[in-house]
């Protein structure tokens, strides 16, 4: 059996016959087939491969893929209380403008000549989330939180020389299983327990586990549970008392009011960039970032890129360079180089870079004030449901909260089951991943839930849970 | 009036945007400002407050963060500017970036992924309200099957090397439950293979041995079999290899490493000319990953967001990171039972990956088919072989190993004549070539080919394309010969002048942020 070929597809010129004979003349071949001479014939398959017919015209395909995403229910048109990690804010249309454009959606790794304006734009990223963060270096962005805050575990290990990480029991489950299966098999990570009334980390535990062998504690602010850790200043203080470092996972949605964990002795901060000016795409909007002090010792472990301003040959001109650049595996040393480095998050890099530059000082501070007015708006309207206590923790939060059901005769899967009825996404159900808490759920609340919302999802709640 | 003459193919009179743009932060205006973000409502501040009191004093942030001030005009002209300022694929003739594979990307999979209906879904929404998206990941899923020979696929990973990271945690996994870990700790890779094949696997602790060229540029067989024992984990190799030299052997390494009781793992970074023609599991693979945002066209975004879609067979799939898409009957599930079992991977990414850029691959491959997957690898492979005819005509280029045979998706040629001719280093080239809007590469550090340079062309270049590269290369080797002056101080028509690097590995100079270069360059 024959294989074919698509000819004159719009995508590929030279699928036009009469080129393809040219060309093939050029070379002394007289058919397509007669490429791949290298493959031995054992190897190649004998026939087309299996596939749905090709959608040949742009309408049509648009159409399919259409009709595939009309399947889903969305966020747009539903009313969405889920965070756990990915959360809803709004995405200023400016952002989309500028990560839609086609010169930074289709650049790749060309140099600092041709590609300056994504060197700059990425300096300015690095720059500009090093004043949110305060911290003096930051790196173009990974993957995502987990990757971001794996990779600070390893570099704290190399720094101090230690395989021993301290963790709080309270974070999300599939963060610590990506950290621990980039962290291992070298690398071991303890629980530390908390305070069953606050969620505070239990210092009583850490001291307990803390040893000369510590490399280091990492902990969240906000908690992945939504409280605010208030004891960062006596958790840093403990784990530099043993040699160790300190690294804080931050969501960076909360800077404009909270204070940056580098002012409470973190020595290492990561986090997610989804909330500054990412869709949430179904979890394609993460971006982690990693920030440190600009000490030899921290900036020499970061396996990613950093970009850096330098001089050039003519006076009074920007020019953009990559910082120690034979620290990464790119460099001269492959493997002897910090971990592992290549395409990750960039374009949410620029994207983040745009949001904030939007934002300004003012426009952080006033999200963080209007997210944290209306949790509290929503945790008081919640908490007055009979049988629903709306924060299962006492610490204060920012755009999160635990509501707990368990005096309800309703569980978390039921109650989302029927608020799905109203066009409402409940909270993540917590049952799994916490057991010991019973029928809970993380709910969150940012600046794009309005009060007659909020007061929508509480009369749903009062609804199900009292019929 | 008299007819222009425009015959020539170089582009002589090109110059790059250059906008001379100030840093972000010099464009701060004190009370100017980007956006209004929604207040909450007066009811609401009547009965909570300012929302503020209610955090601890010690957590409250006093100083503002030092975030430039500037309205939404001035924000959006810069940012536009810097994108001028850009070479992305979509306004050169994207050859030069070999081993990349940076073909076009079509603009209505972009239009797709920019639908409410994938942008506005949450990762933790139910199933039933995301049977879309699941399906697309499934068929997705099925499609990399077909093309892999291999059993099932997540698409987690972020990245190739992200991919490979993946396929090093299979193998410790795989080896653990076999209580081998302590006894299995090499993976061997070849010289000519993506750093990443080294890098990755290294961050879980394996030895890594590399596997020289012969004088073919095959992975040495003699050296291979010396490698190979029992404390052979894996062997995760590109191939064609980064030279474009495919391992016609490859099927006798696969069977010594099987044979000592280790696995093969396949970088399929270079698919895009072997798709349709030879598969992973037919050479003897149990696993390979695939560059969602190369072979199967989804953008590259500046260096991500991405996805190394990873594949493994129907024997290795206990140990994939979960959540696995399934089919049951006419839904789609997720099947957690992978992510909780401590003897598989677990997770690697948060949630499902990045689902717009598998939305963009589906539908790219939904307008291609068997038969367009087939024809992209045959012009891929066109592509390249009538370039590197052409090139190896010019007298001072050059390309180690197998002589007068065909290579697959990219070459890796030499210069190295001409630098001995004219001191002129591959280097130099690269910045010259900016100065008519193209890109060039020479290849991963360190060179094993003297003098490098790695070219890819993939299908989507015209012959027109092709011959205007192929023009212009060969006028800037002949001022190597003729006027090399231009050449070293090249760049001369791209964004910006020669890079003094100079402090870029002193820790007193560097400066990885603006706060930091105010600071070290203080003038006092």
């Known amino acids: 059996m024959a294989i074919n070929g698509f000819k004159n597809h719009p995508y590929i010129p030279n699928s036009v016959p009469e080129v393809q004979q040219q060309m093939l003349a050029e070379l002394g071949l007289e058919s397509l087939e007669d490429l791949h001479a290298e493959v031995p014939e054992a190897l190649k398959l004998k026939a087309n491969m299996n596939f749905p017919k090709a959608i040949p015209s742009e309408f049509e395909l648009r159409k399919h893929v259409e009709k595939l995403l009309a399947k889903n229910d969305n966020c747009a048109d539903n009313l969405n209380f889920l965070g756990a990690g990915c959360w809803q804010h709004y995405v200023p249309a400016i952002c989309d403008e500028i990560n839609s454009r086609g010169e930074f959606l289709t650049a790749y790794g060309g140099e600092m000549y041709n590609d300056f304006g994504r060197f700059q734009t990425l300096f300015e990223y690095q720059s500009m989330m090093a004043e949110l963060l305060d911290m003096d270096v930051v790196n173009v962005p990974t993957m995502d939180w987990a990757q971001a805050a794996a990779t600070s575990l390893r570099m704290a290990s190399r720094i101090t020389n230690r395989k021993e990480f301290l963790v709080p029991e309270l974070m999300d489950l599939e963060k610590f299983l990506i950290m621990k299966n980039y962290c291992g098999p070298d690398i071991s990570l303890t629980r530390v327990s908390y305070d069953a009334a606050t969620g505070q980390l239990d210092v009583d535990d850490l001291q307990a586990k803390l040893s000369q062998n510590t490399a280091g504690v990492y902990f969240e ?50 986090g997610d960039l989804q909330p500054l000016g990412m869709h949430m795409s179904y979890g394609g909007g ?182 | 009036m008299k007819r222009i003459e425009r015959s020539d193919k170089v582009r002589n009179g090109f110059h790059q945007a250059k906008w001379d743009e100030p840093i972000i932060f010099e464009l701060s205006q ?22 503020i009191s209610a955090i601890p004093s010690n957590m409250r942030r006093l100083v503002p963060p030092a975030l430039p001030e500037i309205s939404q005009p001035r924000v959006l002209r810069h940012f536009m500017r810097l994108s001028q300022e850009t070479l992305g694929a979509d306004v050169n003739i994207e050859i030069g970036q070999g081993t990349c594979t940076v073909k076009y990307s079509p603009k209505v999979n972009d239009a797709l992924g920019r639908l409410p209906g994938m942008t506005a879904l949450h990762p933790n929404q139910a199933e039933e309200t995301v049977q879309g998206i699941l399906e697309i990941i499934y068929k997705t899923d099925c499609f990399m099957r077909e093309i892999s020979g291999l059993d099932n696929f997540t698409f987690q990973p972020g990245s190739g090397s992200q991919g490979i990271l993946t396929m090093a945690s299979i193998i410790e996994k795989y080896f653990e439950e076999r209580g081998e870990s302590s006894q299995r700790n090499e993976i061997i890779t070849t010289l000519y293979s993506h750093p990443s094949d080294s890098a990755a696997p290294a961050v879980k602790g394996y030895k890594i041995i590399h596997i020289p060229p012969d004088e073919n540029g095959y992975p040495d067989f003699e050296a291979f079999k010396l490698a190979v024992s029992e404390k052979t984990a894996a062997f995760l190799v590109a191939n064609p290899e980064d030279t474009g030299v495919y391992n016609l052997r490859v099927q006798e390494f696969t069977a010594l490493v099987h044979k000592h009781g280790g696995l093969c793992g396949y970088d399929q970074a270079n698919a895009n000319g072997l798709l349709g023609v030879t598969r992973a599991k037919d050479a003897g693979f149990d696993m390979c990953f695939f560059n969602l945002h190369k072979t199967f066209s989804t953008p590259h975004g500046c260096g991500g967001p991405a996805c190394g879609a990873t594949g493994v067979t129907a024997a290795l799939t206990k140990y994939l990171p979960g959540p696995l898409v399934e089919q049951h009957q006419d839904r789609f599930i997720l099947n957690n039972s992978n992510t909780y079992d401590p003897t598989s991977v677990g997770k690697v990414r948060s949630f499902l990956g990045v689902a717009p850029v598998i939305l963009k691959a589906y539908s790219w491959i939904m307008s291609m088919g068997a038969e367009g997957l087939y024809e992209v690898t045959k012009v891929a492979v066109l592509n390249n072989n009538y370039m590197y005819k052409k090139l190896m005509e010019i007298e001072c280029v050059d390309a180690p190993y197998i002589k007068g045979k065909q290579r697959i998706e990219q070459v890796r040629y030499t210069l190295e004549k001409m630098t001995k001719d004219t001191g002129i280093t ?53 001022e190597a010969y003729e006027n090399p002056d231009i050449i070293r101080s090249a760049p001369n028509r791209s964004v910006c002048h020669r890079v003094d690097g100079s402090g870029v590995d002193d820790p007193k100079q560097w400066c990885i942020t603006w706060r930091s270069y105010l600071k070290k360059t203080q003038v006092n």
């Open chain 2, 30 to 51: 004190k009370g100017e400002r980007g956006i209004q973000v929604p207040h909450a409502e007066e009811e609401i501040s009547a009965q909570i407050g300012d929302g």
């Open chain 2, 426 to 478: 591959t280097g130099d080239i690269q910045r010259r070539m900016m100065d008519f809007g193209m890109h060039y590469w020479s290849s991963h550090h360190p060179f094993h080919v003297a003098e490098p340079m790695t070219l890819e062309p993939t299908e989507t270049p015209s012959k027109e394309d092709l011959d205007e590269y192929i023009a212009t290369l060969t006028q800037v080797f002949k």
């Open chain 1, 221 to 270: 602010n906000p908690s992945y549970l939504g409280f605010i850790e208030q004891q960062g200043k006596t958790i840093s203080d403990m784990v530099h008392a043993v040699g160790g470092l300190s690294v804080v996972g931050v969501d960076p949605s909360s800077l404009g009011v909270l204070t940056p964990p580098s002012n409470y002795g973190a020595d290492i901060v990561c």
């Open chain 1, 286 to 467: 993460q971006a982690g970032f990693i920030a440190t002090r600009d000490e030899e010792k921290f900036v020499m472990e970061f396996p990613s890129r950093l970009f850096g301003i330098v001089p050039t040959s003519v006076a009074g001109e920007y020019g953009f360079d990559d910082i120690a650049y034979d620290r990464t595996s790119f460099g001269h040393h492959r493997e002897h180089g910090k971990e592992y480095v290549g395409t990750q998050s960039a374009l949410w890099g620029i994207t983040a870079g745009v949001y904030l530059a939007t934002m300004g000082p003012k426009g952080m501070e006033e999200l963080g004030q209007t997210i944290l007015q209306k949790n509290q708006y929503a945790i008081a309207e919640i908490g007055k449901i009979k049988g629903v206590r709306s924060s299962r923790l006492t610490s204060p939060g920012f755009k999160e909260f635990v509501v707990d059901f368990n005096d309800t005769r309703k569980s978390v899967a039921e109650i989302n089951k029927e608020l799905r009825g109203d066009n409402i996404f409940g909270g993540k159900d917590l049952s799994h991943d916490f057991p010991i808490f019973g029928q809970c759920a993380l709910y969150c609340v940012t600046e794009i839930h309005s009060k007659q919302e909020i007061d929508c999802l509480v009369q749903a709640i009062a609804r199900i849970v009292c019929s």
